[in-house]
């Protein structure tokens, strides 16, 4: 399956796939920038992806591409995401700590306009400091401006810390199992009311 995302062709994408996949996406309140994988990420997801503490809400299998059940190295889940029209995978550079984690939007449905968010932060030491909210709220504004009309997302029943982060920012959520479910009309959606990002700004070193 990596091989067949590899032969897609970059000129075979959309205008706005290829969009996703070549322009950063700078927040200028808190200096975040979310910048597209380029296929040079894989050493950084080596480390974090052999890191027990960043994977416990992560799906056993992770990393994989199209099957759950097919673990593949760092580099292939790289060149995967990198390649594929379905994803648009972000590095987050924070402005004072860099490359800490990803943000993506997986599952992208161009005739729905849908897609679903994720995030890892993979650098732990920067956790809880609200950055994960912050990037959150500048993926779904940015898909927004795009034209997106739906984003959804998932998290474990007992991730309190990404429930509380999407119930703010998606509204309640549906159980499944042992994940939540959320979807959000982003219609609805206005980061001016979502408090994430200024309270990231605001938090001092």
Do not use: C
């Amino acid at each position: 399956m990596v091989e067949q995302a590899l032969r897609h062709d970059t000129l075979q994408f959309s205008p706005l796939i290829k969009q996703l996949k070549s322009e950063p996406v700078i927040d200028t309140v808190t200096g975040i920038s979310l910048v597209p994988f380029d296929g040079t990420e894989a050493p950084e997801h080596e480390k974090w992806f052999s890191d027990q503490d960043v994977t416990r809400y992560l799906h056993p299998n992770t990393p994989f591409t199209t099957d759950p059940n097919q673990r593949v190295s760092a580099k292939e889940f790289v060149d995967y995401m990198t390649a594929s029209p379905e994803f648009a995978f972000f590095r987050i550079i924070h402005p004072r700590h860099g490359f800490i984690g990803h943000v993506s939007m997986n599952g992208i449905n161009l005739d729905e306009m849908s897609f679903e968010r994720a995030i890892t932060i993979g650098e732990k030491q920067y956790w809880g400091q609200g950055i994960g909210s912050a990037v959150g709220s500048i993926i779904l504004n940015h898909a927004k401006e795009l034209g997106f009309r739906v984003a959804r997302a998932s998290t474990k029943v007992d991730n309190t810390a990404s429930l509380r982060n999407l119930t703010r920012q998606y509204g309640p959520g549906k159980p499944n199992g042992d994940y939540i479910d959320f979807e959000l009309d982003l219609a609805t959606y206005s980061s001016l009311l979502d408090p994430s990002v200024s309270s990231v700004q605001s938090r001092p070193e």
